[in-house]
């Protein structure tokens, strides 16, 4: 009989036919039986180049996680592996099938060992010691997932069981109890292999991807994108379904994966991740980008909120927000996460996470919080002292600049989160703005309504940088589109408001530098006001908020040295063990910390420098709004029929701005007015000079006495010791080389004359405290030539109108140093009499018997101050009058003054050496004295003169009388030295007979 099978060679081959063609293949390992392999093979022999298998489609967005096709319909390639074998005879049907099989095995073996290698998981409970790098040396074995893929006949890992197997995993509770090894493996390995975190495990595993993509060819970059597609997507369903994973705090997970890995070789793999799960939460309709972002935004905040300013996590935190505002999915959800809750109340800002960051600072966030800095500063040296100060504007500097590219990249998002970070800005700067009132600085900590004092700070530093453009170049042509009427802007419907770009308020209830009619006041602008305007009014507010409350809060140093010199003298008295006096040195030493905790905070350096730029540059704003357009320098005083309107919208606030931080620098910062380039000090100078001494641009004149401080700020004076500053000192050049040098005189006396009357009821002894650096800009216009020839000119030119209807104004001027000798003199006098009634009484002993000695003692200090003020200021103004009669004699012996000059002289000689001086005298009395060495004494001339002369450093002078000559030089002539009790006679009024 013929073999049957001769009749079958074109038909398909039998079940042991096909089993006898697999059986030689080595991949036939692979499968649990013949059947399997089979099975497998027909379901798989459809494998296109692209890497999917028959029956599989291209991922799109109906693909699950690992791109394999929800709704996948029967392929074209289906059956294609039995036609063949039953279309080919025994021979071609060993070769294809052998083919086949080992390329097709070759791949799922290399699926397999790339999903075991980048997730760390197996299905092999004993994994096969050989394996070498297509296994991982340690592993989670995965024991559900292997029983319920073996039930299938499947003991490998594929794209379609990745899902499964990746959630399974993620469900582990201790995913270490379930680690397998193959030999020896590292710590390190062992503890990322076992990470129970969800988030940190999926970070690994993408990074394993991105490792893997590393000179990949196409085939395993395929891979790769099919594995971070899975990882996602599972990351997603964490962030959404927290619950399902032991209550794990993923949101938390984010902001320690970023603080761990945003430096170093994995943060460019950090970036990808993250901005995939974004672009995730973008696309998925079943949730929003608020949904899953406010919960992480809500731990960066209070981790915000509990950080220190030298915290190491603290930039860590910064680049995070940096990071949403590059990401277009999320910035917006980071502006809409920081309104606060109610816009109307300052200290809601600070409570939002950009208020949290800004409050970082030297500083505490709050008044009742301690000051985390120089602790015990007097057990610190200098150096240390130095140390800390550096350490702590290095972060301070750091931190407010990446706040600015935060700000800017908001900015330049859209239109919209520029319209919303501007209202964010000018909301919070108006709900804010009674906190510049001095009566609130008080009650402001105590009840919290405004936003503290580190937020003002450090949003000026931000507002600072953003302003750059516009005040880097000193006569910059973008300060010419700055539209002075934005401060008369009003409250307007908020629709209106955003499309002419007003977002800060209440400038319309400011006083301005000029006071006009409604109908006089230039019209506000109909356009939209620009960026520059904007940013310009706002970073003036701010400072005014910021910079300006804190720098008076600096005079706790006055505190300080009463406290310093309350704890000497108990410390004399008594040891330091002793309870009362260690009170005193713990206050004494958190005085101090709060102190230079301040300083720091006022003094970073950049900030420094920016506000140095910004107030140069609102000087030459201010002056163009007065003059016009011209952004020249000015070389005359401002002609009133030349003033232009616009100076009307310029709030005084902007001047105080300015003046203040040139007086602080004066204070704390003097190199840095030394290190100026002379076209700023002397643009600087001419502001001061051309606004102090006319009206016209400046009606308040408080704020012109002000002006001149800041001119006595910005010049070279004596120092301690009586010497002189500097010939080559810059301050002095450009003060002797200023445009407008001819005016300077004229400006200040006229300053001078008009304090005199303020229209304020404490007007009689504030005035003593303008004049004070009025004295020292006289001494220091004396000792240039140019200056003083200008004074020798108004001299000359009032005594041409001596009697005039309008007396002149160095008449005036030479009236009102008379009348403040005298005053001064008189008050001085009746102080050291207060005080030498007071002295007798302790003496006799009736405080130690007084209930009151605490009070009674603070009395007689505060007495010796007042007496020391007076001193001073007497001795100021009879200085001026020396110098001054070296050149300026002939009007001191004009009729009309000769007489006022004679009594003022006759006064202090029978007040100094008259029977009523004994009653002056006091133990205290020559340390009420000024240092100055040019003290005032008054002695009879040897020789009678008939005028009114200068010789030596004295002024002759005989009304009907004996002649008497005033020395002014603190030098005793010999034939006048008296062996008398001179030494007991104040130094300031050393007077012989």
Not at 209 to 220: H, L, N, P, V
Not at 344 to 364: D, E, N, R, V, W
Not at 697 to 720: I, T, V
């Amino acid at each position: 009989m013929e073999p049957s099978t001769s009749t079958h060679s074109t038909d398909s081959p039998t079940e042991g036919d096909a089993s006898q063609t697999i059986q030689p293949n080595p991949f036939l390992a692979l499968f649990g039986s013949v059947e399997d392999a089979r099975v497998f093979t027909e379901s798989r022999v459809g494998v296109s180049q692209s890497g999917y298998a028959a029956g599989e489609t291209v991922p799109s967005k109906e693909d699950d996680a690992c791109g394999n096709p929800v709704n996948q319909s029967p392929s074209v390639w289906e059956g294609n592996f039995s036609d063949t074998i039953l279309d080919s005879g025994s021979g071609a049907t060993q070769s294809i099938t052998n083919t086949e099989i080992s390329r097709i095995a070759e791949e799922q073996l290399e699926i397999n060992s790339f999903i075991q290698n980048v997730f760390l998981f197996t299905l092999e409970a004993n994994p096969d010691a050989t394996a070498g790098d297509d296994h991982p040396r340690v592993s989670v074995y995965l024991a559900d997932t292997a029983a319920q893929l073996s039930a299938d006949g499947q003991t490998w890992l594929d794209w379609n069981s990745l899902d499964h197997a990746l959630f399974c995993r993620l469900l582990l509770v201790d995913p270490a109890n379930h680690v397998v090894t193959l030999g020896k493996v590292s710590a390190y390995d062992r503890e990322e292999c076992s990470q129970p975190l969800v988030l940190h495990y999926l970070f690994n595993c993408y990074r394993h991807c991105a490792e893997a993509k590393r000179g990949a060819d196409s085939r395993i970059l395929d891979y790769t994108s099919r594995a971070e597609r899975c990882i996602v997507t599972n990351a997603l369903t964490c962030l959404l379904s927290a619950e399902l994973y032991g209550g794990q705090r993923v949101h938390e997970q984010i902001v320690a994966l970023f603080v761990d890995n945003h430096i170093g070789p994995a943060s460019g793999a950090l970036s990808r991740f993250l901005e995939d799960i974004a672009s995730a939460v973008y696309d998925n309709e079943d949730t929003t980008t608020s949904e899953v972002y406010y919960p992480v935004l809500d731990v960066v905040a209070a981790r915000f909120r509990s950080l220190q300013l030298l915290d190491p996590q603290l930039f860590a935190l910064v680049d995070l927000i940096s990071f949403f505002t590059r990401q277009p999915y999320l910035v917006g959800t980071l502006l809409a996460y920081n309104q606060p809750l109610n816009p109307t109340k300052g200290s809601h800002y600070s409570s939002t996470l950009f208020g949290a960051m800004l409050s970082l600072s030297p500083m505490p966030p709050t008044s009742t919080s301690p000051y985390k800095y120089f602790e015990s500063p007097s057990s610190l040296t200098q150096e240390q002292h130095r140390i800390a100060e550096s350490n702590l504007w290095q972060a301070l500097s750091l931190l407010n600049e990446k706040m600015y590219h935060i700000f800017h990249a908001l900015l330049r998002s859209s239109s919209e989160l520029k319209r919303l970070l501007l209202t964010w800005v000018g909301g919070c700067l108006t709900a804010n703005k009674d906190r510049a009132q001095v009566w609130n600085q008080e009650t402001q900590d105590r009840m919290g309504l405004f936003a503290p004092d580190p937020f003002h700070l450090n949003l000026s530093a931000v507002l600072l940088r953003l302003c750059r453009p516009v005040i880097s170049e000193l006569n910059s042509p973008k300060l010419l589109r700055i539209q002075p009427t934005y401060s008369k802007e009003t409250l307007r419907p908020p629709e209106e408001s955003d499309s002419r770009c007003v977002h800060m308020l209440g400038l319309d209830t400011e006083s301005c530098l000029t006071q006009l009619q409604p109908d006089q006041l230039p019209p506000v602008a109909p356009e939209t006001f620009n960026f520059i305007t904007e940013v310009f009014f706002m970073t003036h507010r701010a400072l005014q908020l910021g910079f300006n409350v804190v720098n008076r809060r600096l005079k706790m140093n006055q505190e300080l040295h009463r406290m310093q010199s309350v704890y000497e003298d108990a410390r004399r008295q008594a040891p330091e063990t002793v309870p009362g006096l260690r009170r005193i040195k713990e206050n004494m030493e958190r005085l101090m910390a709060k102190y230079l905790c301040t300083k720091a905070a006022l003094l970073e350096p950049k900030v420094v420098l920016l506000t140095m730029e910004f107030q140069t540059a609102s000087s030459i704003f201010i002056t163009n709004c007065a003059v016009g357009s011209s952004a020249s320098p000015q070389k005359d005083l401002i002609n009133p029929d030349q003033i232009s309107q616009n100076l009307s919208c310029v709030p005084e606030f902007f001047a105080e701005n300015v003046g203040e931080f040139v007086i602080f620098l004066r204070r704390f910062s003097e190199s840095t007015l030394e290190s100026a380039s002379e076209a700023v000090l002397q643009r600087l100078m001419t502001f001061f000079v051309l606004f102090m001494g006319n009206k016209d641009c400046m009606a308040n004149p408080h704020l012109r006495a002000k002006m001149a401080e800041c001119l006595d700020s910005m010049l070279s004076h004596e120092s301690p010791g009586g010497a002189l500053p500097p010939p080559t000192s810059r301050r002095e050049d450009a003060f002797r080389s200023l445009p407008c040098s001819d005016d300077v005189a004229q400006s200040l006396l006229r300053v001078f004359v008009d304090i005199e009357f303020t229209g304020s009821s404490a007007e009689f002894e504030q005035k003593f405290n303008y004049r004070r650096p009025m004295y020292q800009i006289l001494a220091a216009m004396w000792r240039q030539p140019v200056h003083r020839k200008s004074l020798r000119l108004l001299s000359l030119a009032a005594e041409q109108r001596m009697d005039a209807t309008s007396p002149p104004l160095f008449l005036r001027f030479v009236n009102l140093l008379i009348n403040d000798a005298i005053f001064l003199l008189d008050e001085a006098l009746s102080a050291l009499t207060s005080i030498r009634e007071a002295e007798r009484e302790r003496d006799g002993g009736a405080w130690s018997r007084s209930p009151q000695r605490a009070a009674l003692e603070a009395n007689l200090r505060g007495q010796g101050q007042m007496a020391r003020i007076y001193n001073i200021m007497g001795n100021e103004t009879a200085h001026t009058l020396a110098y001054l009669t070296d050149e300026i004699r002939s009007i001191l012996v004009h009729p009309v003054l000769v007489d006022r000059v004679a009594s003022m002289l006759n006064y202090f000689l029978r007040a100094l050496v008259g029977p009523t001086w004994a009653n002056s005298r006091s133990r205290t009395t020559p340390a009420l004295s000024s240092n100055r060495t040019n003290s005032s004494s008054i002695y009879p001339a040897s020789t009678s003169t008939s005028q009114v002369s200068r010789t030596s450093q004295s002024l002759s002078f005989r009304t009907g009388g004996p002649t008497r000559t005033i020395c002014l030089s603190g030098r005793w002539p010999r034939s006048t030295r008296s062996r008398n009790d001179r030494r007991s006679w104040p130094a300031i009024w050393r007077v012989s007979r």
